[in-house]
């Protein structure tokens, strides 16, 4: 069994930058391809970036490409998402997730999930 647990959100303006963090439990953390998903207020989850388990293959949403980075620390059992160059439509709650691969396969789904922290810019 592998937890979750978000930090890192905040208040932030439009333009500004934040590092996510998402550390987990077990030691099987690092066989696991990861992710970051969102979701804003009245609308669905969406993908926003992931990482294979060695950190050599990374994927990104669109609206995120070029702003947003995935790295991860497997010694410190933790993933992170450093955003730049925030919008006002990147206000969202932001979720740690983790699938049962060494890639990340979207049509897999993910395995674990954690409860999130939200993330506000202001314009």
């Known amino acids: 069994q592998v937890q979750l647990v978000e930090s890192g959100g905040g208040l932030v303006q439009a333009g500004g930058s934040l590092r996510l963090s998402c550390a987990a439990s077990?030691?099987?953390?690092?066989?696991?391809?990861m992710g970051w998903f969102r979701q804003a207020p009245g609308k669905e989850r969406e993908f926003v970036a992931a990482i294979s388990w060695s950190g050599g293959s990374t994927y990104y949403a669109d609206s995120v490409k070029g702003r947003f980075t995935i790295s991860r620390d497997n010694a410190k059992n933790t993933v992170y998402l450093q955003m730049n160059s925030l919008k006002p439509e990147d206000t969202a709650v932001y979720y740690c997730?983790?699938?049962?691969?060494?890639?990340?396969?979207?049509?897999?789904?993910?395995?674990?999930w954690g409860k999130g922290t939200l993330v506000t810019v202001s314009s």
């Open positions: 077990g030691r099987i953390f690092s066989m696991y391809a």
């Open positions: 997730a983790g699938q049962r691969s060494r890639d990340y396969y979207p049509r897999n789904g993910m395995d674990y």
